[in-house]
């Protein structure tokens, strides 16, 4: 594809409710990563994905966060049981390899009411 | 932890004016990325650079990475509107995979 795609790209939410966010990354790019912007804010690294190794979830807020990456491609973010400080903007990035700089997608607004 | 500082936070300045914007930490990075993000949008990679004292120009733009890789600069010359949005500084490094982002400094360039 042209660039990396999220969607959807904005979400509003029930306190309690799950939620899942999609990205679909750079054809060919092997390195997906999520970060969380807050209003204003810099951006929080969440998780990141590397070929076919193991994620590094280090960045994740709380067990309520969790994400996949099928097939080496899609990846999507569920966030269980939302609460109002989950609002933020989800962004998802994705390089051709480990540690290149990084296509951001427009990311999803997520709104916890 | 590697954390990276950005000041000012905020800067407003009127068209035509020269500026420049700061990133700096403790840590060593093997990189230093820039992106700007306007508003809606994600961040839009600008430059990296990987050698200390290294130098590189963007037109207006000219980055800077200090010579022991721990901080870097982003000075532009004769700033237009189309110039206004977050600038964020991004450090890379050997030991872990993800990049660490400093805070921002939002620029806007009045006409």
């Known amino acids: 594809g042209a660039g990396v795609s999220q969607s959807p790209s904005n979400k509003v939410t029930e306190k309690g409710k799950d939620v899942e966010l999609r990205c679909d990354p750079i054809s060919g790019h092997t390195a997906l990563y999520w970060y969380r912007q807050s209003l204003g804010q810099g951006l929080e690294f969440l998780i990141y994905f590397q070929g076919n190794s193991a994620p590094d979830k280090s960045g994740l807020p709380s067990d309520r966060f969790s994400a996949e990456r099928t097939g080496g491609s899609v990846s999507t973010l569920t966030i269980q049981r939302t609460q109002q400080e989950d609002s933020a903007v989800y962004l998802c990035a994705s390089s051709a390899r480990q540690r290149f700089p990084l296509h951001f997608g427009n990311g999803t607004r997520l709104t916890v009411t | 932890t590697q954390l990276l500082e950005q000041s000012p936070q905020f800067l407003s300045i009127q068209e035509g004016e020269n500026l420049t914007v700061y990133c700096n930490s403790s840590?060593?990075?093997?990189?230093l990325q820039w992106y700007r993000q306007e508003p809606g949008e994600g961040p839009v990679l600008l430059v990296t650079?990987?050698?200390?004292?290294e130098v590189k120009k963007l037109k207006r733009l000219t980055f800077q990475f200090g010579d022991a890789r721990k901080d870097s600069s982003l000075h532009i010359t004769a700033a237009q509107p189309g110039d206004t949005g977050l600038y964020l500084c991004?450090?890379?490094?050997?030991?872990?995979?993800?990049?660490?982002f400093g805070p921002g400094t939002r620029l806007s360039v009045l006409p």
């Open positions: 650079v990987v050698t200390g004292g």
């Open positions: 840590s060593v990075f093997s990189s």
């Open positions: 991004a450090g890379g490094s050997n030991y872990g995979q993800n990049f660490v």
